[in-house]
């Protein structure tokens, strides 16, 4: 083990079901080893951070202040809907960004697996 280049060992702990995805996922990405797996995807991975549920929680509640005032005035103002529609439309940008790299992704993957590139 002093030899080696890669001399430092890591442990995880999986249960039954994790472990089976996990051995799945190995099996799909034709990783020869399950070092290998792991370093292909420390290392080559990317990670995305994705705040959806930030962007939901400011349109909804933007929404949800919005009704309760409609409901005790039975009124709705022109500005609260233009909020609504801006609120919607950033939602929906930030959707379709997502659907797009992620779509990218997998056909980039998928070229991969073929030996294009």
């Known amino acids: 083990m002093a ?3 890669r001399n430092i060992q ?3 702990c999986l249960n039954e079901e994790e ?3 996990f051995e799945k996922k190995i099996k799909l990405t034709k990783c020869k080893t399950m070092s290998h797996f792991i370093r292909k995807f420390v290392l080559e991975g990317d990670i995305f951070v ?3 549920q930030g962007l939901l929680y400011d349109a909804t509640n933007n ?3 919005i009704a309760k005032r409609v409901n005790t005035t039975a009124v709705i103002y022109k500005d609260d809907i233009q909020t609504m529609k801006e609120k919607i439309d950033s939602l929906s940008k930030e959707i379709w960004q997502i659907h797009s790299l992620l779509l990218s992704r997998t056909h980039k993957a998928g070229e991969k697996q073929n030996g294009s590139h």
């Open 3 to 5: 030899n080696r280049t």
């Open 10 to 12: 890591l442990k995880i």
């Open 19 to 21: 472990k089976q995805i």
């Open 50 to 52: 994705v705040d959806l």
């Open 63 to 65: 929404i949800n202040q």
